[in-house]
């Protein structure tokens, strides 16, 4: 089963050769690189591009980083950082000059680029060379929307995926409307889970990917030494959602009814970590002016309502 995303490959369409590194973010499993290596990938060649033209590589891949190791052999391919393994950004330079030699128009698709060493001082680079023509991935750890305008200085367009609306959805179903529409509004549009063929099969990955994969980003991005008290703060998020909410008041809760010690600026710190996950969209008022923005309670949606109904086990 394949969903088109026909709205961000036109977008990214649009975007060609406007000399911007265009980034493609969104939550984790929505999809961004089955849309950039091969839906976006495949509407390139359909217009016309030669396949000798597009280089992809992937820094997850060690098939991609296997191009690596033979080149300045005395460098070695993976730099071993504290909680993470980089890859060597003065050889990956080294291979995308071979690949580019002679090439005048060239589209370079770079997945999970967060991982090359110094990743923004190689794209900028590669930015100085009018004819090429990039496009990046990345995971939430280091591609939140305020890390592209930091890391890139004005030179990146950011493309945000949501997960799949209602009509993608029912784009690749033979099943009725009402039909679908229950199990859409139940485990959401991530697109990994809407191929999922059994109910049980999609609330079992929701949990995993919940506890397991979006929670973990946000712990080891932000060093959270509370890991209970953040699950805490995001269970309370998805059983108010759409209800006004006050840091302030959340505090008091912990304290009232867990018994446990927490200020309103964590709380507030917490709901900011899960924005810039893409984990949740805050809602402000609009009949709010000037300094009564601050401290005015706000809405919180999520982004996928699976995540929210795993949460609260589907109740």
Request: include cysteine; proline fraction near 3%; hydrophobic fraction near 35%.
């Amino acid at each position: 089963m394949e969903f088109p995303r026909e709205k961000y490959v036109t977008k990214l369409m649009d975007s060609r050769g406007n000399g911007l590194i265009k980034v493609i973010t969104g939550i984790r499993r929505v999809g961004k690189s089955y849309l950039m290596n091969e839906l976006f990938c495949r509407r390139l060649l359909d217009s016309g591009v030669d396949e000798k033209d597009i280089i992809r590589f992937a820094f997850d891949s060690d098939e991609d980083l296997d191009a690596l190791d033979e080149l300045l052999p005395e460098e070695p391919t993976r730099l071993k950082q504290k909680r993470i393994t980089l890859i060597n950004s003065k050889k990956f330079r080294k291979y995308l000059s071979g690949r580019l030699e002679g090439k005048n128009r060239v589209y370079i698709l770079l997945d999970e680029v967060q991982l090359l060493e110094g990743f923004a001082g190689t794209l900028n680079g590669l930015l100085r060379h009018k004819g090429y023509d990039i496009y990046v991935t990345g995971s939430n750890s280091r591609f939140l929307s305020s890390d592209i305008a930091t890391e890139f200085r004005g030179r990146g367009q950011a493309i945000h995926v949501l997960p799949l609306t209602f009509s993608e959805y029912m784009s690749q179903q033979d099943r009725s409307p009402d039909v679908c529409w229950m199990d859409y509004i139940e485990t959401g549009g991530i697109p990994v889970v809407a191929c999922m063929g059994s109910r049980e099969e999609r609330m079992s990955y929701l949990k995993v990917l919940c506890d397991g994969t979006y929670l973990n980003d946000i712990v080891s991005r932000h060093g959270v030494r509370n890991g209970s008290a953040l699950s805490d703060v995001f269970d309370i998020v998805a059983s108010t959602i759409s209800s006004l909410v006050n840091p302030t008041r959340i505090a008091d809760t912990f304290g009232t009814v867990l018994g446990k010690d927490i200020t309103d600026d964590t709380v507030g710190e917490y709901i900011g970590y899960f924005e810039d996950a893409f984990m949740i969209s805050r809602c402000l008022r609009y009949d709010v002016k000037g300094r009564k923005y601050i401290g005015t309670p706000f809405k919180l949606y999520f982004e996928d309502i699976g995540i929210r109904n795993v949460r609260l086990n589907f109740r």
